[in-house]
């Protein structure tokens, strides 16, 4: 049996999107509507990541025997994948900016409830800077999905959750996820 491809990864991200409202909707009461909003914007970032990362990009791409995967990741920053891969007109690098930059807005967000939001917002980038790792490393050993592991996408998904926590703190003085903070405490 084999999946993949786009519908795949909408339909996955459809489901996670209505899980992520249920959950906003259940975490409403205890910590507002800007926080709740937030935190199930983070899990629905994150695994929208997933899919469009983890996915095979196509139904019909088979097994790919291990001995042929690749041993290491690429070190080519910038390489000809980048011009090669394109969606709505986009090259693959900016589409790995641009997947990162929701989990930045919406890890700053929610932690901009708490002061301690000031440690965990950078904390949080430097998860993300992990997961993006993760993931690499992850598309390294699973020769099945047909990825392949490269510097250039650690390196533009880390600036994508940089720009993402930048919009962020732009966002926090009109979001103000600490104005219901009495409801928590």
Known sequence: MTIGGTGV???GALVAGGLAVLLALAL???FGAATSSAVAGLLWSLTAIAL???VPTRPDVGVVPAETRSESCSWDYGGPSGTTFEVLGLDQRTLNVLLFVPAGVF???AAG???SGL???PVGLALLAAYSLGIE???LQLARIDRACDVTDLVDNILGAGIGAAIG???LPVVRPWRDRRTAE
Do not use: I, Y
């Open 52 to 54: 469009v990362t983890l």
């Open 28 to 30: 409403r009461a205890r």
């Open 9 to 11: 990864m909408v339909l």
């Open 137 to 139: 490393l992850t598309q």
């Open 113 to 115: 409830r708490w002061w």
């Open 107 to 109: 890890l700053v967000l």
């Open 119 to 121: 440690v965990l917002a």
């Open 169 to 171: 703190a732009a966002l």
